[in-house]
């Protein structure tokens, strides 16, 4: 190991990595002896967004507490009582002075959208309008519910309402605070790609217009790139200690990160870089065909949704990405192959039967663990390969399971929950591994690992693996080819035949109406300015993606 890590090391770092400079110096906070311990603050600036980049566990909600004055930070020293005499001495002179002494004086207050919005229906009895009621402090309430879509649901009551209503209300929550500092935690779970991107204009307006300091932690990486102004990376090990780093400018920050080395620092904080390229993926010399369905359509009740699917082929040995807006179908997509569900009509003709006869492993959006076993026993339950070197190399080193594999599934996270669920999956014998949102729940470095141990897989074993996401960089990182789903959200839907990722990305990217350009460093792709030259001409070229 290399000498900071207390377990494993989740990279299967060869390098020896320096002990940052850092941990020399005393912590911000230390909960308790040998207990987890933060160095560094972010530091929130009024009409900015700052954005904090890094794994659950490494400090973020600890960081968000004392800038919000609910923990006076101890500076390491856990026996003393703390006082924020003692953290001003410490700040003195630093970016922060100004903001501590704020806090400290009790003139801080803080609105703060809360990361797992899934809780919310059981902290609160009433419906939506009752919820959101209490929180107009602004004025802005009724425009924030017609631009973030939740005037359908204002009479439903909380417990009725999907994870991407939640999230919307949580937000509008929040936003509609009149407070000096807004922390969001996540911004972007159960969200589709345009309801990101609106949300992430809310934000930044906010910061903008009404010279609020806002701060949000965000593992979507095209999406923060767009939101903050700046960005601290977190880094260091999940549940021992944290580092935020001084603030870096979002493209630095992004690129850093991607590339697993943090210039000041003089850190890597991965073996690897994660590079993009600026050219589709070109099509494979020889396709081989595993499944052609036909044409078909699904309805549900008396056609309160309809999907249509246009016929189409997934080849062998590819990955095929899957994108569009919530509620348009691909799930019931997803079912249809995985013959979980009946099509109402094949080629035209109704009540017609689709067999595709292939074995699916099918990993549904909404993983639910209700089995108490343990995660090593419910792994072993699915694959004799469990705990063999080829195992561990392929799925459970990438997925960080080693440290999980002993406690029950019922008490797992959200997160952890999600990568049993894609390595459960991937474990099963079968012709087609479909992965439904596999980022949800997520940090940052979880879908780096967990989509490159997708992209090997799919390689090493020469299978072929559907992934629906909403994570735009993950979508690119692993796909072969696109299917593209439009529509209108919760009355019809329909799935267009698989493409190649350039006409798939256009066809997608141009029913959302955005454009990428290209970091000029890492090739990275960015969110073009809405009406900027680059916006207007690529719009023009139909090019809104790859660039080369
Ligand atoms: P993040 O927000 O980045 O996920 P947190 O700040 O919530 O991380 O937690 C960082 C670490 O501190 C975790 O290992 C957590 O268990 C630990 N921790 C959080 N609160 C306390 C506390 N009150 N006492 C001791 N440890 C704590
Ligand atoms: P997506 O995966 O694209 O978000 P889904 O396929 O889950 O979309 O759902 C498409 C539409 O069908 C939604 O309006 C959803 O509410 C509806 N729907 C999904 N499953 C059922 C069902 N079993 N019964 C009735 N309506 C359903
Ligand atoms: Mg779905």
């Known amino acids: ?119 919310i229906p059981d902290q609160f009895g009433g419906t939506t309008r009752e919820l959101l009621d209490q929180t107009d402090e602004r004025g802005v309430l009724d425009d924030l519910v017609d631009r973030l879509s939740i005037r359908p649901v204002m009479d439903q009551s909380i417990d009725s309402l999907s994870g991407g209503e939640l999230q919307r209300v949580a937000l509008a929550a929040a936003l509609a605070r009149d407070r000096d500092f807004y922390f969001v ?121 309809t999907l249509t699917v246009d016929g189409g082929v997934i080849h062998q040995n590819e990955v095929l990405g899957v994108v569009g807006p919530n509620g348009i179908g691909k799930s019931t997509f997803a079912q249809l192959l995985a013959d979980d569900i ?46 063999s070197s080829y195992w561990n190399t392929e799925i459970g080193d990438p997925l960080q399971l080693e440290r999980i594999l002993e406690q029950n599934l019922t008490d797992l996270s959200g997160g952890e929950r999600q990568r049993v669920a894609i390595a459960a999956t991937l474990s099963k014998d079968a012709d087609l591994y479909l992965l439904d949102e596999p980022s949800a729940h997520l940090d940052v470095e979880q879908r780096v690992l967990a989509t490159r141990a997708i992209r090997r897989f799919a390689e090493n074993r020469e299978t072929t693996v559907m992934v629906i996401d909403h994570d735009i960089y993950m979508v690119d990182l692993v796909s072969d080819r696109l299917m593209v789903f439009d529509g209108e959200p919760a009355a019809h839907g329909r799935a267009s035949t698989p493409q190649a990722m350039r006409s798939g990305m256009n066809e997608f990217l141009a029913n959302l109406d955005v454009t990428f350009r290209r970091d000029e460093n890492l090739g990275r792709p960015r969110i073009n300015k809405p009406g900027s030259q680059l916006d207007k001409q690529q719009k023009r070229n139909g090019e809104y993606y790859y660039t080369t």
């Not at 700052?50 to 507490?65: D, E, H, M």
């Not at 932690?217 to 923060?224: F, G, Q, T």
């Open 342 to 387: 009946e099509p109402t009509s094949v080629g035209g003709e109704e009540g017609a039967d689709l067999d595709i006869g292939l074995d699916i492993a099918y990993k549904p959006q909404y993983v639910e663990a209700d089995q108490p076993i343990r995660v090593d026993a419910f792994l072993s339950s699915i694959t004799d390969d469990f705990g």
């Open 185 to 305: 935690d996540e911004l972007t779970p159960y969200l589709d790609i345009s309801q990101r991107v609106t949300a992430a204009r809310i934000v930044r307006e906010l910061a903008e217009a009404e010279d609020k300091a806002v701060l949000v932690v965000e593992h979507d990486l095209a999406v923060l790139d767009m939101l903050a102004d700046s960005i601290h990376v977190a880094y260091g090990e999940p549940s021992v200690y944290g580092v935020v780093t001084p603030p870096k400018s979002v493209r630095n920050g992004i690129n850093e990160y991607l590339r697993g080395y943090l210039d000041n620092e003089n850190m890597r904080i991965r073996p690897e870089a994660i590079t993009f390229e600026e050219h589709a993926p070109r099509p494979a010399s020889r396709e081989e065909t595993l499944i052609s369905y036909p044409d078909m359509t699904k309805s549900y009740g008396d056609g309160e949704f």
């Open 1 to 119: 190991t290399c000498g900071i890590c207390v377990e494993k090391c989740p990279f299967d770092a060869i390098e020896i990595i320096n002990l940052p400079q850092e941990l020399e110096d005393d912590p911000t906070h230390r909960y308790g002896e040998n207990a987890f311990s933060l160095y560094g603050l972010p530091v929130p600036e009024s009409g900015k967004v700052t954005g904090l980049l890094g794994p659950n566990g490494i400090g973020k909600s600890t960081a968000v507490k004392i800038l919000a004055g609910e923990i006076t930070p101890n500076l390491g020293r856990h026996d003393d009582e703390p006082s924020w005499e003692k953290v001003l001495d410490a700040y003195r002179g630093t970016e922060l002075q100004d903001y501590l002494e704020a806090v400290r004086s009790g003139d801080i207050s803080v609105a703060r959208k809360p990361q797992y919005v899934d809780q």
